[in-house]
């Protein structure tokens, strides 16, 4: 008998714990599905709070391209930047040498080139290649020409840095050391400075562009908050009477706040889909226009057009969700709190 009781028991377990797996069940499908009629029912509302949600959500994409964008030309241009030391025409290889090894051993230099008066003066053929009056001149028989434009061709010595804004060290070689002090032409300096002007005007934009951007974004975000706050608070008071026959039937605050919950969140996941692909197309078609301009847009664009945009997709559609709960949570909770349970009356 006691075995039985034991079976019996444990069945009985059982099947209570599968109806409430059942209810559960049966609780999570209801709710979303009134959040969805909830949409559809407010439709202008919920365009309303989805428009806004959008816009914040266009904005902070375009904050963080065109971040990125600026920051990425702003370090090319760096790369790019050499700093050409004008040589005395006619100073000797070894020399030119001499001066590389010196500037090397420096820490702050990746990489150093030079170029004798003589290669300058080829260099100065290939540009100039196109130039067949030029080229005519020079081209004489006895040489003449071509000996006197050596002899004004200066020697340069070419030099890559790691870091442009900390020229300390190199100019401390340029000006102290014996070789340097003898060969530098004193009639054209270093170019220390040149493209310094376009690098800076370049990562004040950056700065500003991600500075501007954060101010809207936060701005729209504040409006879309509202936006929808009130679109909920508009939809609760079009139910009142609806959640009061709820709450008279003994559904509890969770079963309440739930499809309020989910047609915000509907809001923020279309937000997102439209946001990402609206901020995808838009930057393919500016994207040859960018490239034009020598802009550097290969980083954004590597990410956009990967397996990544799924990520992106992801992410802004968790943000819009985020704020559609913010937003309904906020909305509903007041009004949950302003509302007491009604108590039973005493005979």
Known sequence: ????????????????????????????????????????????????????????????????????????????????????????????????????????????????????????????????????????????????MREKMIERMQSTIRIKVKNIDDLTSIKNIVNTNRNFMVNTDPANPPTYDVNRAEIETINSWANIARNGGIVLSIVFLIVSILVIFNTIRMAIFSRREEIYMMRLVGADNSFIRGPFMIEAQISGIISGIIATTVSYFGFNALAPHLENYGINISAISNQLNSSFLVVIYLVAIFIGITIGTLSSLLAISKYLNATPKRTKRKK
Request: aromatic share 6%; net charge neutral; hydrophobic share 40%.
């Open 1 to 144: 008998m006691g075995s039985e009781k034991k079976k019996a028991t444990k069945k009985n377990l059982k099947t209570m714990s599968k109806n409430t797996s059942v209810q559960k069940l049966r609780r999570t499908s209801r709710v979303f599905k009134y959040g969805a009629i909830s949409f559809t029912r407010n439709i202008w509302l919920s365009v309303a709070a989805t428009l806004v949600m959008t816009i914040t959500l266009i904005i902070l994409f375009i904050t963080v391209i065109a971040s990125g964008i600026l920051t990425s030309t702003a370090d090319t241009m760096r790369e790019k930047i050499d700093i050409t030391i004008y040589l005395k025409p006619g100073t000797p290889a070894a020399t030119l040498s001499t001066m590389a090894a010196t500037l090397s051993a420096d820490e702050n230099v990746s990489s150093v080139s030079v170029s004798t008066s003589e290669e300058e003066y080829e260099s100065f053929l290939k540009e100039n290649s196109d130039n067949e009056d030029l080229i005519n001149a020079l081209s004489d028989d006895s040489g003449e």
